[in-house]
């Protein structure tokens, strides 16, 4: 079945960049996204990567997918206090769905 | 870009009445919508898959009976709550797909469910 895996906290100094991990189990994903979620609100897309991509960049995001081992990363540059959330990786399983990781809460310190 | 317009974003129900949550696409056609649970500090939970003009399919161990979806058009799909108990008080959240090409998996703002 499908399992999507992230660890459950990360804590960061503003300024510093953040690397959010995620591990996946189906290989024949197509699509993996990153969504952020503020307190009581729903899902925001931040990013999304096409299978067949190594990287993407977009301003202070840079998604890397090594499909090898099933491992996406998000690294955010210059974290702002602003970024404090949690953050979900996600794929879409054969049966068209997205399955989302466990998530992230990434908490941002001055 | 695609928006996603959920209603209410918080209700508070008496234990025994049903509560209606609707998710309306409003620039662009939605034929499948998707419905989440999730519960405090965890993962989105898939409920079930909304097909417009047809039955929900749900996931295993959603009870189709409390949980009743429907999609009658294009742009709107409703979950409606049955005699609603506190274990059903949760954070719901519906999901629209659009173009996978673009991230077309479009959020709607969550609605917070209180039974009393």
């Known amino acids: 079945g499908e399992d999507v895996e992230q660890s459950l906290f990360l804590s960061v100094r503003e300024g510093d960049s953040s690397v959010i991990n995620c591990t996946y189990t189906?290989?024949?994903?197509?699509?993996l996204y990153w969504y952020k979620q503020e307190p009581g609100a729903g899902l925001q897309l931040l990013t999304y990567?096409?299978?067949?991509?190594d990287m993407k960049q977009d301003q202070r995001l840079t998604v890397l997918l090594n499909k090898k081992d099933k491992h996406l990363s998000l690294r955010i540059a210059d974290t702002q206090t602003g970024d404090s959330a949690i953050y979900f990786c996600?794929?879409?399983?054969?049966?068209?769905?997205?399955?989302f990781g466990t998530g992230t809460r990434l908490q941002v310190f001055p | 870009g695609a928006v996603v317009s959920q209603h209410p974003s918080r209700v508070i129900c008496k234990s025994g009445t049903s509560v209606k949550i609707e998710c309306r696409s409003l620039?662009?056609?939605?034929?499948?919508m998707f419905w989440y649970r999730q519960f405090p500090k965890q993962s989105l939970m898939l409920m079930a898959t909304?097909?417009?003009?047809?039955?929900?399919?749900?996931e295993q161990g959603v009870e189709k009976d409390k949980f009743l979806i429907n999609h009658a058009s294009l742009t709107l799909s409703t979950l409606t709550v049955t005699s609603a108990h506190p274990e059903d008080s949760s954070f719901y959240i519906c999901s629209a797909r659009g173009d996978r090409g673009r991230g077309g998996y479009t959020f709607g703002s969550g609605t917070r469910l209180t039974v009393v």
């Open positions: 990567i096409f299978s067949n991509m």
């Open positions: 620039d662009f056609q939605a034929t499948t």
């Open positions: 996600a794929e879409i399983s054969n049966t068209d769905k997205l399955i």
């Open positions: 909304s097909n417009e003009g047809s039955k929900a399919t749900y």
């Open positions: 189906d290989s024949s994903s197509t699509y």
